[in-house]
């Protein structure tokens, strides 16, 4: 008459904090920002900004630039890319965009129109800009010139 509950599985916390959006997800006009993992397999239109690793997979869109750790694209981006480590474009991945990256990989069958800029610093050299809505204009201070107008 009873049944004993089956334990719900727990989740593993031993592996890194990982995003993913999935096939057939389509996010508009937004911005990924964080420190973890992400994985994209639906269509993004916005900027990705993570201290982890960008893997867009083969159903995976991304329209917007990317500042990441390493990049692994199957899918398709449209947009710049900076990246500290390793970008690797696999075979029927895409990238339209520029990149700068500490090493670049470019698999037969993979398609990159844009230029790279590739080496130690490569993925260090473009300074970040902020997002405005990380900029306090409201309280920032004119400069004397502005004040006396």
Same mark, same amino acid.
């Given at each position: 008459?009873?049944?004993?509950?089956?334990?719900?599985?727990?989740?593993?916390?031993?592996?890194?904090?990982?995003?993913? &959006?999935?096939? %057939?997800?389509? @996010?508009?006009?937004?911005?990924? /920002? !964080? =420190?973890?993992? #992400?994985?994209? $397999?639906?269509? +993004?239109?916005?900027?990705?900004?993570?201290?982890?690793?960008?893997?867009?997979?083969?159903?995976?869109?991304v329209r917007g630039d990317i500042r990441?750790?390493?990049?692994?694209?199957?899918?398709?981006?449209?947009?710049?890319?900076?990246?500290?480590?390793?970008?690797? &474009?696999?075979? %029927?991945?895409? @990238?339209?965009?520029?990149?700068? /990256? !500490? =090493?670049?990989? #470019?698999?037969? $069958?993979?398609? +990159?129109?844009?230029?790279?800029?590739?080496?130690?610093?490569?993925?260090?050299?473009?300074?970040?800009?902020?997002?405005?809505?990380?900029?306090?204009?409201?309280?920032?201070?004119?400069?004397?010139?502005?004040?006396?107008?």
């Open positions: 008459m009873f049944a004993k509950q089956k334990d719900t599985p727990s989740i593993d916390t031993s592996v890194a904090s990982q995003t993913v &959006i999935s096939e %057939g997800i389509t @996010i508009k006009d937004n911005m990924i /920002c !964080g =420190s973890g993992n #992400v994985s994209i $397999g639906g269509v +993004f239109f916005g900027d990705i900004e993570v201290d982890g690793f960008l893997i867009i997979n083969e159903s995976g869109n990441a750790a390493g990049a692994h694209v199957h899918g398709s981006a449209e947009g710049n890319l900076v990246v500290h480590n390793t970008v690797r &474009i696999f075979r %029927g991945g895409r @990238i339209f965009g520029d990149i700068h /990256c !500490g =090493s670049f990989i #470019v698999d037969e $069958g993979a398609a +990159f129109g844009g230029q790279c800029n590739m080496g130690a610093e490569a993925g260090q050299s473009v300074a970040r800009v902020p997002r405005p809505s990380e900029l306090d204009i409201i309280t920032a201070p004119l400069p004397a010139t502005a004040q006396q107008a």
